[in-house]
């Protein structure tokens, strides 16, 4: 079951929000990711099963060697990944 109320739908937007913000794919999935955290450790979101693999997939797709650049196929992956978590989210 879904969470509900007024916290969950501003997580939720908030999620949302920064993903579609200005600025760098992967860098606003970070960000993006750091918000549902939150949200899961308090209680606002529940950590389903399908969203913790999407995480999961998300972080593989945002590792980053030291001094390698944004974008290319983490930034295509990340723009894929974060469409599937913000449908998913519904039922967190």
Avoid: C, Y
């Avoid at 109320?5 to 200005?22: D, I, K, L, S, T």
């Avoid at 308090?42 to 999961?56: A, H, I, Q, S, V």
């Avoid at 449908?87 to 967190?92: F, G, K, S, T, V």
């Amino acid at each position: 079951m879904a969470s509900s109320g007024p916290a969950a739908e501003a997580a939720r937007a908030a999620f949302r929000a920064q993903v579609n913000g200005p600025g760098h794919a992967v860098e606003n999935a970070r960000l993006a990711v750091a918000g549902l955290e939150v949200a899961f450790t308090n209680g606002t979101l529940e950590r389903t099963p399908t969203l913790d693999l999407m995480l999961g997939d998300l972080a593989t797709a945002l590792e980053q060697g030291e001094g390698q650049r944004l974008g290319g196929k983490s930034a295509e992956a990340a723009r894929f990944i974060v469409r599937a978590i913000s449908r998913e989210l519904d039922n967190a």
